[in-house]
Antibody
Framework: QVQLVQSGAEVKKPGASVKVSCKVS????????MHWVRQAPGKGLEWMGG????????IYALKFQGRVSMTEDTSTDTAYMELSSLRSEDTAVYYC????????????WGQGTLVTVSS | DIQMTQSPSSLSASVGDRVTITCRAS??????LNWYQQKPGKAPKLLIY???SLQSGVPSRFSGSGSGTDFTLTINSLQPEDFATYYC?????????FGQGTKLEIK
């Protein structure tokens, strides 16, 4: 059983960057395809990007390209999502989630990390 | 991008009722449609994948159907723990997109 444990809540000023971590247990990170989904307060779910095992590349939603970076440390089985040039609209809960076999669905989720962007 | 539209946006029902939530895709997505349940303050939980396949551990009162552009999630004999928000999601192509959600409330 995969378990994903994310880092704690963050408060950032506009223009800053945030890096959220997602620690994997129960499997190694190399066996998983990790994605990130966010949810603004009271709003729906928004896919940000993730790993495409078919071509071994990370794919990012166009909306976030140039501002987001998703990386992995396989030595610690930890995935990271860094979002830069933060604005108030980036205030949201950020989730990591695993995609079995690159199928585009998300079967295991982290508990979420609240990122608040405020001056 | 493929737009996913759910209806209704909210729904009131009683324990023991049968409810149906619909999801429509803006283009044909075959059966690349998944359903999630989310409770307040919690991460989403996968219920149904590939339109009609029940995720392991999910009660059999949940079922999904549809193909192409129109899909439904049905919950038979609602239980108290089923009151939550439900989202559909297409996995046909990136960017993966979700419906706006259907909030199921107790009548």
């Amino acid at each position: 059983q995969v378990q994903l444990v994310q880092s704690g809540a963050e408060v950032k000023k506009p223009g800053a960057s945030v890096k959220v971590s997602c620690k994997v247990s129960g499997h190694t990170l190399t066996e998983l395809s990790m994605h990130w989904v966010r949810q603004a307060p009271g709003k729906g779910l928004e896919w940000m990007g993730g790993f495409d095992p078919e071509d071994g590349e990370r794919i990012y939603a166009l909306k976030f390209q140039g501002r987001v970076s998703m990386t992995e440390d396989t030595s610690t089985d930890t995935a990271y999502m860094e979002l830069s040039s933060l604005r108030s609209e980036d205030t949201a809960v950020y989730y990591c989630a695993t995609d079995p076999a690159g199928s585009g669905l998300f079967d295991f989720w982290g508990q979420g990390t609240l990122v608040t962007v405020s001056s | 991008d493929i737009q996913m539209t759910q209806s209704p946006s909210s729904l009131s029902a009683s324990v023991g009722d049968r409810v149906t939530i619909t999801c429509r895709a803006s283009q044909i997505i075959s059966d690349y449609l998944n359903w999630y349940q989310q409770k307040p303050g919690k991460a989403p939980k996968l219920l149904i994948y590939a339109a009609s396949s029940l995720q392991s551990g999910v009660p059999s009162r949940f079922s999904g159907s549809g193909s192409g552009t129109d899909f439904t999630l049905t919950i038979n004999s609602l239980q108290p723990e089923d009151f939550a928000t439900y989202y559909c999601q297409q996995s046909y192509s990136t960017p993966y997109t979700f419906g706006q959600g259907t909030k199921l409330e107790i009548k």
